[in-house]
């Protein structure tokens, strides 16, 4: 099976982590197809950031479908333009926000998030709602930490990072840690052993469950809401319609 795995901004040594991190849980048979778009936001670090990314994004998933791949982690902690991506998808489609919580749901009666910058705090608290993942939401921390500071070896960003999620776990009781960021993909591990509870990438676990989705056969619902967008035209931007039944 082939997974392709988006990272909406457009930071090339970000999809490389990201992609790395995918390929080292893929399971054997699976092509991990790791891109980032040409044009959009170097880092998403807000609403305005992720509506600019989204429809970049969503012209990656367009010539996924044209190369017959057969399910996408969308590779952003907001998740962002997810339902958009379902609708011209057929096969599964993740963002890593909604698998990583509800991966912790799995270990844990209680997680926290600990992302980058606080504003995006409350997105976080968005989709934490809209998953049904509030109850088990203990709390969503900031380093405040841009994003970029993830691929800079010389910011201090591994060891803040692994501080908050060490006060995560004292101070808010939480059972598992989920990262808030594609770009902390390569620390889960090693913050893991270093606090002793379950740390959470979204991406290796989004690709583990996209993984078990298609080999079961299943691929996104085509009645209702996520059926194919209608064809038509859209006015100044050629090549965006999704003619498909
Ligand atoms: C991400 N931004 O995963 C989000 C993290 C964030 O460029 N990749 C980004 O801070 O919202």
Known sequence: MRIKVINPNTTASMTAKIGAAAR??????????????????????????????AAALLEEIRKGEADGVDGYVIACFGDPGLLAAREVASGPVLGIAEAAMHAASFLATG???????????????HLAKSYGMA?????????????????????????????????????????????????????????????????????????KFVEALVACGLATSKHGDLAYPIAKTFTGLNGMSVARS
Not at 28 to 51: K, L, M, R
Not at 112 to 120: D, K, N, P, Q
Not at 170 to 185: H, K, R, S, W
Not at 194 to 205: F, N, Q, R, S
Request: include cysteine.
């Open 111 to 125: 997680f926290s998030v600990v992302t980058t910058l606080g504003r995006t705090k409350i997105i976080a608290h």
């Open 135 to 207: 109850p088990f939401c203990r709390n969503i921390r900031a380093c405040e930490l841009e994003v970029l500071a993830l691929e800079d070896e010389r910011s201090d960003a591994r060891r803040i990072i692994t501080e908050e999620c060490r006060r995560a776990r004292d101070e808010d009781e939480a059972g598992a840690i989920v990262l808030g960021c594609a770009g902390m993909a390569d620390l889960a591990k090693a913050i893991e052993r270093e606090i002793g509870v379950p740390v959470i990438d979204g991406v290796t676990v989004a690709v």
């Open 24 to 53: 080292a849980v893929a399971g054997p048979g699976t092509e991990i197809i790791a891109v980032n778009p040409e044009c959009g936001p170097v880092s998403i670090e807000g609403h305005y950031d992720e509506a600019i990314a």
